[in-house]
T-cell receptor, first 113, second 117 residues
Framework: QKEVEQDPGPLSVPEGAIVSLNCTYS??????FMWYRQYSRKGPELLMY????GNKEDGRFTAQVDKSSKYISLFIRDSQPSDSATYLC?????????????FGKGTKLSVKP | ETGVTQSPTHLIKTRGQQVTLRCSSQ?????VSWYQQALGQGPQFIFQ???????GRGNFPPRFSGLQFPNYSSELNVNALELDDSALYLC????????????????FGPGTRLTVL
């Protein structure tokens, strides 16, 4: 079993839809959880950062962490064509400066006008 | 834009050659991590440097080596290139010891796309 599992999609939704992306993990020592957005042939861009459990909201984006289920989610409200990208979950035992991040494979999202 | 820069953007090498990739950290960051991202995969951790010393290494052979300089910029060197080394190489910077108000996570550069023929 991989440490981090993420459905690669592709996922196609109409503009304005609510998008739900998720990852599961096996390492109970993970404390730091991130979502990155990666456009084609570009580097990953940090979207959301959460330490331990709980919810975090930033504009149209909401990140949820459920450590008891080892499950994290990213919700995108009122999705736009510009949201079309690959979304990567990442997590680590220490913070970003304390060691490596483990990434999922990424989910490719397409938002149709 | 994160402020992390990488050079070159693209590179083509042949099997057996050596390559050096470069990274400049975001201003104020003191830690650099390198990742390899194969097509259709998530990034995989190669190693991390803090204060010019290696501070953690992933499952990569010794022919992958690195350096961090006093200005926190960094190099990734790969010797004896193999076809499977073809990938996007990502550099990420972060701040260790930034205090309670800092976000302890990594900010990525645009990557260097390496093709090995």
């Amino acid at each position: 079993q991989k440490e981090v599992e993420q459905d690669p999609g592709p996922l196609s939704v109409p503009e304005g839809a609510i998008v739900s992306l998720n990852c599961t993990y096996s390492n109970s020592a993970f404390q730091y959880f991130m979502w990155y957005r990666q456009y084609s042939r570009k580097g990953p861009e940090l979207l959301m950062y959460t330490y331990s459990s709980g919810n975090k909201e930033d504009g149209r984006f909401t990140a949820q962490v459920d450590k008891s289920s080892k499950y994290i989610s990213l919700f995108i409200r009122d999705s736009q064509p510009s949201d079309s990208a690959t979304y990567l979950c990442a997590m680590g035992e220490g913070g970003g400066s304390q060691g490596n991040l483990i990434f999922g494979k990424g989910t490719k999202l397409s938002v149709k006008p | 834009e994160t402020g992390v820069t990488q050079s070159p953007t693209h590179l083509i090498k042949t099997r057996g050659q050596q390559v050096t990739l470069r990274c400049s950290s975001q201003s104020g960051h003191n830690t650099v991590s390198w990742y390899q991202q194969a097509l259709g995969q998530g990034p995989q951790f190669i190693f991390q440097y803090y204060r010019e010393e290696e501070n953690g290494r992933g499952n990569f052979p010794p022919r992958f080596s690195g350096l961090q300089f006093p200005n926190y910029s960094s190099e990734l060197n790969v010797n004896a290139l193999e076809l499977d080394d073809s990938a996007l190489y990502l550099c990420a910077s972060s701040l260790r010891g930034g205090g309670a108000t800092s976000t302890d996570t990594q900010y990525f550069g645009p990557g260097t796309r390496l093709t090995v023929l």
